[in-house]
DNA sequence: CTACTACCTGGAGTTGACTCCAAGTCAAGC
DNA sequence: GCTTGACTTGGAGTCAACTCCAGGTAGTAG
């Protein structure tokens, strides 16, 4: 219901509140302006920088990817590729699925191992020269 | 069918052997050295270090567990560990596994959504904004 | 008007895990 | 016995991702 564009959301955060808001510290925020990552908006004749919205969700976006497995620099490249290159996007979210695909076997694999290393212990843990698990493991012993 | 203990494998490595042996760098070797993860045999009047092979399980058994995303300062643990104290071991074992077991369902989770979002963007990419993908990830639009 | 807090600028320090370098020592081939 | 390549010692450099700090400026509560 309202007119045009020039009617965005109002809410403008100082870089304090935006940390608060996104979860993150101003550092980091600071960091992150400072590699590139995150655009800094220009500074006002007086008083502080204002920071929208979307900035929020610029950070969330960071973190998550991170948590993914995603360096900054991968980041930095998967926002760049948003302004207009959304096949690249994909190849790079299916490379990186591929990546996420492995890694999780990878995890799994040493799991069963470590779970079936832990079994081992336990049932011979008193008899054993040792311990089984280290054993299995590559048995590192200070010669 | 030999004798008995002192008849050990004859094979003891020089640090480049060794380092060849267990696929990591000579530099590497010395670095676990420096920060006492890894024993540092003494220097014999005349020549040089020699390895037992025992440390080419000792490295395997390092980068191993490292890829299952033990911090080196864990694995020093471990490694003491293996001095005798087989329950401590196991707890971190297991205390490690679940780690593991969160990380599996974090990496599934986000797995999960890059494949609808890479759907998603296939569908949709010509006449969407600009990449569902981007988008739902969180949409970092550089004001 | 004065504190007080938050922001700004820039630069330096930290941590983990290496990696490189210089200058010296040693062993083995020719 | 000299050269060459590997080892040794100690220290410095690197990279990612922060984190901290000093010294100054801005906005706000009393």
Known sequence: MSNDSTATAAARFTIGQLAKAAGVGVETIRYYQRIGLLAEPAKPPRGYRRYPPAAIA???FIR??????FSLREIGDLMTLNEGNCGAAQAMAEHKNRLIQRRIEDLRAVQRELRSLICACRSTAAEA???ALM?????????
Chains 1, 2 share one sequence.
Do not use: F, S
């Open 64 to 69: 998550r990817a991170q948590e993914v497995g």
């Open 58 to 60: 610029q950070l969330r």
């Open 129 to 131: 020269d040792r311990c």
């Open 135 to 143: 054993n299995a493991l590559g048995r590192p012993r200070q010669e």
